[in-house]
């Protein structure tokens, strides 16, 4: 069986927010791994840790301490603008609700990332159309999010984030303002879409039927990595790593 290959790796990272008496050690040493094709939830308490995890993966905070490996590249080393320019090629970003502009309609909204890359507007727009007819919002490209379902704006925000073809697509409680049948078509959506654009998914959630979605998860705890678990039953690309890590 092929070994899944490692596309994101963080290494002893450590973040502390303030200083003496009031710091707080957000994380407090992660080591773990992002591999290519693989849905990868990240579980936990409130304040565990699992936003600053996803914020330093995708390069929106800065560690205090640690590296995270992105194709062999130290992207807490990067200058900002080359990371910003990585944010914007190789990352898509999916959060929980508000994330869409009131004002644009639903094509120009998934188009965005295209045109703040140099896209011009009529080839960005024909591929976020194409994009938002897969996710099954077709016919709805002029909607504004305002005259949208929950479960039809988090769709543009998927067809948002995937819009680029990204390696890595983050998602932060992406169900966390929907009532649990959306949240589960939106999941549904979000885990075939990521793996059928070949790019790797880590979703932030606390709730387990979110993680379920998804082919591996870690929980975390007091800013620590404290467990892991494969999905007994899922037959993606992360299986690879299943092999690998089951011992
Ligand atoms: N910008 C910040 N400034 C100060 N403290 C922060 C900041 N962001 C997060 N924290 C603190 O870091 C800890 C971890 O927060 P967070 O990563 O958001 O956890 P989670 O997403 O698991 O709820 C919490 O104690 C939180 O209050
Ligand atoms: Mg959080």
Redesign the pocket.
Known sequence: MQTAQPVLTARALTKVYGSDATATHALAGVDTTVFAGESLAVMGP?GSG??TLLHCLAGIVRPTSGAVMWRGTDIVAMRDAQRTALRRTDFGFVFQSGQLLPELPAVENAALPLMLAGMPRAEATARASDVLARLGLAGMDDRRPGEMSGGQAQRVAIARALVGSPGVVFA??PTGALDQSTGTEVMSILTSAAEAAGAALVV?THDPGVARWCSRTITMRDGRVSGEFLAPDRSTPASAAQTEDAR
Do not use: A, L, W
């Open positions: 409130s699992k936003t932060d409680e932030v």
